[in-house]
């Protein structure tokens, strides 16, 4: 059923080439820079955004940090866990890490730790054979967390993001290293896409944090895994994967148990379509000619059903290609990629949140948008939204015709030309500042 992704080849010339860290030792200097995959300190594939998008790389300025675990990027059949200088896995890793870490880089730093990842064969193992590479893995990520806690992170809010093995990770650190202790209240939320997730880990184990039930949320986990609708192999997916059983002290699958599942469109668990007309947009992901290029809004209607986000229409061919990894219907590589900007929009949203009620914030908060389109010769008003009113506003990027009323925060007037602009908002007052995006597309001329 899986397969190496065969459109690595072509796409991992957009990734440049690092020195690496030795893992020959038995754990892994966190220390050092060359054991990430991304850093602050590091030019990365997280720095990245959708050329021509609108959207803009601010980590520099950014108030948070997002600590993400990468997926499964090693295919070696000959090893259980893949060295962190394997690379294929490196290779894969920065595609994954473009793919799925940059929805964040508007508004926070990112880290996303090397280590010695389970290799993909050894999920079709027998459980009691995974136990041993599973734990080896997850003790990286833990010691890379701990490092990033102790050194770096200086009382700043974070995300958890991950993605499939890394969920799994990522899940088990919630339970071990977050719950309970101080560093619960510096958690913005939680996105662990991937991986079925019984709704026991947060009756029994995550009793103190719970799961997203709301767009602004903060302090929760937001989980869920995209397939087809009509897809039905949802026993034999569940048969080859696992989650951490904190009672048992083992890693083990989710077959026949209920399942949690968020909406990544509307972050609500319920059965409710929700139409393409809110789904803001994804960004296509494993064809050499469109992968990470603009993103596409209104592609689909998502809904979840027992645990699941079940998506329609097909995706289109010409802009998602997963190299035949899994079989059809199965949207386990774009759990991130199809939901990119409700992604962005939604971080940004439980960021302003977290940061009006936890830190008191005197300085201006943006709440959004984050994305705005207008058209040629047609008069256009779009209303910021600040918190905390500002004494100098400023915008940088407005495309001609297009003006920001530094008293009431709107932008207004008439463009006069076509494109893609990347627009900056400064809001700054006696208490500080705030920089925020505004991808804003202007279409072409009227008729």
């Not at 020195?19 to 054991?35: F, K, M, P, V």
């Not at 993001?161 to 088990?172: C, E, I, K, P, T």
């Not at 910021?384 to 932008?411: F, V, Y």
Request: proline content about 7%; glycine content about 8%; some cysteine.
């Amino acid at each position: 059923m899986r397969r190496i992704l065969l459109f690595l080849l072509v796409l991992t010339q957009v990734c440049a080439t690092a020195a690496l860290a030795s893992d020959s030792d038995a754990n892994i200097d966190y220390s050092r820079l060359d054991a990430w995959l991304a850093h602050p300190g590091l030019h990365s594939a997280a720095d990245l955004v959708p050329e021509g998008s609108g959207y803009s790389n601010l980590a520099e300025t950014a108030r948070a940090d997002v600590f993400y675990v990468h997926p499964t990027t090693g295919m070696r059949e000959d090893i259980a866990n893949v060295p962190i200088d394997d690379p294929q896995a490196i290779a894969t890793g920065r595609i994954m890490l473009m793919a799925q870490a940059t929805p964040f880089n508007g508004i926070a730093r990112i880290y996303a730790p090397r280590y010695r990842q389970i290799a993909l064969h050894v999920y079709d193992k027998e459980e009691a054979t995974l136990q041993g590479p599973m734990n080896l893995a997850y003790a990286d990520v833990r010691r890379a967390f701990s490092f990033y806690v102790e050194h770096w992170n200086q009382g700043r809010p974070f995300f958890l993001v991950a993605h499939s093995q890394g969920s799994n990770h990522a899940l088990r650190l919630l339970m071990e290293s977050i719950q309970g202790r101080p560093l619960q209240s510096r958690l913005v939320a939680a996105y662990l896409p991937g991986m079925p997730t019984p709704r026991t880990v947060f009756t029994r184990h995550l009793t103190g944090i719970p799961t997203c039930a709301t767009a602004e949320q903060i302090g929760c986990v937001a989980i869920w895994g995209v397939f087809a609708e009509g897809y039905r192999e949802f026993g034999a997916w569940e048969a080859i994967n696992v989650y951490w059983d904190a009672a048992a002290r083992r890693w083990r699958s989710a077959v026949g148990m209920p399942l949690i599942g968020t909406n990544p469109v509307s972050w609500r668990e319920n059965g409710l379509p929700v139409p393409a007309r809110l789904h803001q947009g994804a960004v296509p992901f494993g064809v050499a000619a469109t992968h990470f290029s603009r993103p596409v809004p209104h592609l689909v209607t998502a809904r979840v059903e027992h645990g699941y986000t079940l998506v329609s229409p097909a995706l289109p061919s010409d802009l998602f290609d997963d190299g035949g990894t899994f079989e059809q219907g199965n949207n386990h590589v774009y759990d991130i990629s199809l939901f990119w900007v409700d992604l962005r929009a939604n971080a940004r949203r439980r960021l302003v949140a977290f940061l009006a009620r936890h830190e008191g914030a005197g300085y201006p908060l943006i709440d959004g948008p984050i994305a705005a389109t207008a058209t040629v010769g047609r008069q256009f008003q779009l209303q910021l939204s600040i918190r905390n009113k500002p004494a100098i506003l400023s915008a940088e990027g407005l495309p001609q015709g297009l003006q920001l009323n530094q008293d009431t925060g709107e932008i207004m007037g008439v463009p006069v030309a076509p494109g893609h602009y990347a627009v900056v908002i400064t809001a700054s007052n006696a208490a500080g500042s705030a920089i925020e995006e505004l991808a804003l597309t202007v279409d072409g001329s009227l008729p």
